[in-house]
Each structure stands twice: as C-alpha cells, then as structure tokens.
C-alpha cells in the first residue's frame, strides 16, 4: 500500500488530482516507487492511456540527490528543481 504524508493523527495524503494533472505525496521509500510504478502500468493497461513521462516529475525533500535520480530513472520521469535549496 502507498504510504502518504502524515498531515496529524488523524489525517493524511497521498495524492491529489485536478482535471489531467495528478500529484503523489508519499514517504520516501523504495517500496513506494515500487507501487506507484505498478500502479502507472496497470493504470496504462486497464485504460490504455499512457503517462506522459516526459512532462511527469519527481521531487525529494530531504532526500539524497543520487535517490532521487534513481528513482527517476524508474519511474522514466524528469527531476523538478526548485529554485531555492
């Protein structure tokens, strides 16, 4: 199951979607790569819909820059940069 952040004891998010566009917000662990990848494919298999992975980006927070390019190398996706460090 995708883990996604904690907002208190009672709630939390994982994910958020507006029209075409949608966001993931999970803990960052290989496992949780691991299911957003099955569930992009079974996604594309169920619909026949394909993501756009060249306008699909991944971002870290407090993550270390060599996990966050490895994980987009799995996902096939680009990495945001943020203007500020």
Known sequence: MFTGIKLNNSLSISHM?????????????????????NVLDCFHH?????????????????VKSSKVNQAASTLGCQILRTPFK
């Open 17 to 37: 979607f507006f029209a075409d566009d949608m966001v993931f917000l999970g803990k960052w662990c290989e496992s949780n790569i691991d299911i957003l990848t």
């Open 46 to 62: 169920a619909s026949g819909l394909k993501i756009n992975t060249s306008k699909s980006k991944i971002i870290g927070v407090h």
